[in-house]
Antibody, heavy 119, light 107 residues
Framework: QVQLVQSGAEVKKPGASVKVSCKAS????????MHWVRQAPGQGLEWMGL????????VFAQTLQGRVTVSRDTSTTTVYMELSSLISEDTAVYYCARRATGTGQSDFWGQGTLVTVSS | DIQLTQSPSFLSASVGDRVTITCRASQGISSYLAWYQQEPEKAPKLLIYAASTLQSGVPSRFSGSGSGTEFTLTISSLQPEDFATYYCQQLKSYPLTFGGGTKVEIK
């Protein structure tokens, strides 16, 4: 069965960076892409970006361009999202979500990783 | 960017009620729309994709319709486990965007 297991909660100071991992299993890793989505406390969902797991190509939301990096390790079927220059507004739960083939909806989601940015 | 406006943002309903949620796009997105359900403290769950296709394993009381700029999610008979927040998402163009959400609470 498809599973996406994310790394644990993080607490970071403003200005620092955070790296969240998403371990995929139960399907052919490189046949899909992976979305990253975040949700600030009590707020809605915000799409962050996407990585093609076959060739590593990425596309990001303009609001995060330059601060977010997404990479993958095909040998361990793990995707990484790194966010730099953290500010308090980056406090959120971060989700990885598999992009389904066809119209590209997120058909499987990780459990989420809470990142807290606080001095 | 394509904006998605959901209405209502909050609704109170009873078990057994028929519930309809609307999602309007700021420009045409054909049928590139998905609906998700999110329970508190949980990851979203895919309900509908391509505007009207039911995701495998999702109960048939959920249905989606629409194309272009106006879409609806209907729950034909609300069940206790359906009390949650629902989001639409457009998949037509980057950046992908979500609606603001509709919280369905027990009357």
């Amino acid at each position: 069965q498809v599973q996406l297991v994310q790394s644990g909660a993080e607490v970071k100071k403003p200005g620092a960076s955070v790296k969240v991992s998403c371990k995929a299993s139960g399907y052919t890793f490189t046949s899909y892409s992976m979305h990253w989505v975040r949700q600030a406390p009590g707020q809605g969902l915000e799409w962050m970006g996407l990585i093609n797991l076959r060739d590593g190509a990425t596309v990001f939301a303009q609001t995060l361009q330059g601060r977010v990096t997404v990479s993958r390790d095909t040998s361990t079927t793990t995707v990484y999202m790194e966010l730099s220059s953290l500010i308090s507004e980056d406090t959120a739960v971060y989700y990885c979500a598999r992009r389904a083939t066809g119209t590209g909806q997120s058909d499987f989601w990780g459990q989420g990783t809470l990142v807290t940015v606080s001095s | 960017d394509i904006q998605l406006t959901q209405s209502p943002s909050f609704l109170s309903a009873s078990v057994g009620d028929r519930v309809t949620i609307t999602c309007r796009a700021s420009q045409g997105i054909s049928s590139y729309l998905a609906w998700y359900q999110q329970e508190p403290e949980k990851a979203p769950k895919l309900l509908i994709y391509a505007a009207s296709t039911l995701q495998s394993g999702v109960p048939s009381r959920f249905s989606g319709s629409g194309s272009g700029t106006e879409f609806t999610l209907t729950i034909s008979s609300l069940q206790p486990e359906d009390f949650a927040t629902y989001y639409c998402q457009q998949l037509k163009s980057y950046p992908l965007t979500f609606g603001g959400g509709t919280k369905v609470e027990i009357k």
